[in-house]
């Protein structure tokens, strides 16, 4: 059975005799049942019954129906209701609109509204760069998705796709003070997707594109970025390439190897696969072996994705042919973003000493962290329940935030690389060890670092242009 999650957290509403010791006996059972007690709270007492809230983690749906029954085993007591705390979390959505201004009167009114409206509308009309300061473009961007690669889940459509959504935006908020949007359409054109995004760019700031399948989402990107005035910037791509490189230069640190020197293999080469390799490029690494599900991608291979053929033409500098395991063989590095289970502990065993792993995938890693703790010196993953995880929300805050601030449409390697040294630089040396390589997502400082970083680069690109 997986260990309990707060993803699976549940509290059960419980009448039950009244008793000295039947708070105790109903922990205990529950507990025996594998399940992470984390409160208990009386809500009624009688003198012969009581009513009790049983706040506990567990591990999956089913593993909550088996807490219930076994607490059912007692006797006198009866699980009234079992609620799901993250549906309940979700109930009527995470997000809200809320005025920035108090109308108090007529006279606020007469300002914020008409006729006073009208001077505001006039003055935008007549020169459209005033709606970055005068509307909320000046703070606001679009969380962009058709639905079609959503997490773990996969092409579930736009309404599954909108809890997601707004956690991104709520996330946004929370960590970068951005306000963000989901925008959730129902198409998987992509010339519909790039005419839609045009159509309402004028209410936004910035596009964040998200959980679009490859190789639409590198078509849709590239397009909308040479179509519109705002930055365009695909989270699955570089938002995982900069926290990634983030964690990468602090593992280096602790195994005492150079970026440039060392000699990396990479498991999948969609979206995030291709991101990555063009950043750690961009940071100076030369030696990158990718492989897909075919195995390892080769300059002697027929490519018809040019996105493949270009990391056929742009890596394996000496064409190495075979699967992930001739990859992996000899490496400093892997990175995985494919699927789970396709990295063996022999795998790791073969890799160079010191070596350095990142099993992202999710929910279930390319390897279990504990065998590749065995053999590697530094472990991360995509979650959040094992040391070192890469989370793309240390990327994406901040980086919006920059852009915003910059005022700029262009997003270049070299803000990526910034943000990603920004982020490094928040685990100090005296916190660095290799159970803590990245920062906590809840560090206040990242993201205002990230967004000084991007504004940075952006300051030098204007003053050399």
């Known amino acids: 059975m997986a260990a309990p999650s707060p993803g699976y957290s549940v509290t059960a509403r419980i009448s039950a ?33 009581m009513v009790l809230d049983l706040t506990a983690n567990t591990s999956s749906p089913e593993h909550a129906d088996e807490v219930k029954a076994a607490l059912e085993t007692l006797a006198g007591v009866t699980v009234n209701h079992m609620s799901d705390r993250t549906f309940l979390m979700h109930l009527g959505g995470k997000l809200e609109v809320v005025p920035k201004l108090e109308l108090r009167n007529r006279d606020d009114l007469s300002r914020a509204y008409t006729p006073g409206v009208a001077r505001v509308s006039k003055a935008i009309a007549e020169d459209k760069s005033l709606a970055r300061k005068l509307t909320v473009k000046r703070n606001t961007i679009a969380v962009v998705t058709d639905g079609s690669a959503v997490l773990g889940l996969g092409n579930i459509g736009p309404e599954g796709a909108l809890p997601v959504m707004e956690g991104k935006a709520a996330l946004f908020k929370q960590f970068a003070n951005v306000d963000a949007w989901p925008v959730c359409l129902d198409t998987q054109d992509s010339d519909e997707i790039v005419k839609i995004v045009k159509a309402l760019a004028p209410v936004y700031g910035g596009v964040n594109l998200e959980d679009i399948a490859a190789p639409r989402c590198f078509e849709i990107e590239a397009r909308l970025r040479e179509e519109l005035d705002i930055p365009v910037f695909h989270d699955d791509q570089h938002g995982t390439a900069i926290v990634v490189l983030a964690a990468l230069n602090n593992a280096l640190r602790i195994v005492g190897k150079q970026i440039g020197e060392i000699k990396v293999a990479i498991s999948g080469v969609g979206a995030a696969g291709n991101a990555i390799i063009q950043l750690l490029q961009a940071s100076g690494v030369t030696h990158i072996v990718a492989a897909g599900r075919a195995g390892i991608v080769a300059r002697d291979h027929e490519h018809t994705d040019p996105h493949r053929k270009w990391i056929a033409e742009h890596t394996n500098p000496e064409n190495l042919t075979g699967s992930l395991a001739d990859a992996v063989k000899g490496a400093d590095v892997f990175i995985g973003v494919s699927a789970p289970d396709v990295l063996t502990e022999a795998d790791v065993a073969a890799m160079a000493d010191q070596a350095i792993v990142f099993a992202l995938a999710n929910p279930d890693p390319e390897i279990d962290p504990a065998l590749a703790a065995k053999h590697a010196a530094v472990v991360a993953t995509g979650r959040s ?43 100090s040396d005296d916190e660095l060890n290799s159970s803590y390589i990245i920062p906590s997502v809840f560090d206040g400082d990242v993201a205002r670092d990230v967004a000084n970083a991007i504004v940075e680069v952006a300051q030098r690109a204007a003053q050399t242009s």
């Open 17 to 49: 005799p009244a008793g000295y010791n039947i708070t105790s006996e109903i922990v205990s059972v529950a507990g025996n049942a594998g399940a992470q007690i984390t409160a208990l709270d009386v809500v009624e007492s009688h003198h012969d019954r």
């Open 385 to 427: 329940d094992f040391p070192n995880q890469i989370n793309n929300v240390l990327a994406f805050p901040g980086v919006f935030r920059g852009l915003l601030d910059a005022g700029v449409a262009d997003v270049s390697n070299d803000m990526l690389v910034a943000a990603a040294t920004a982020i490094s630089a928040n685990v």
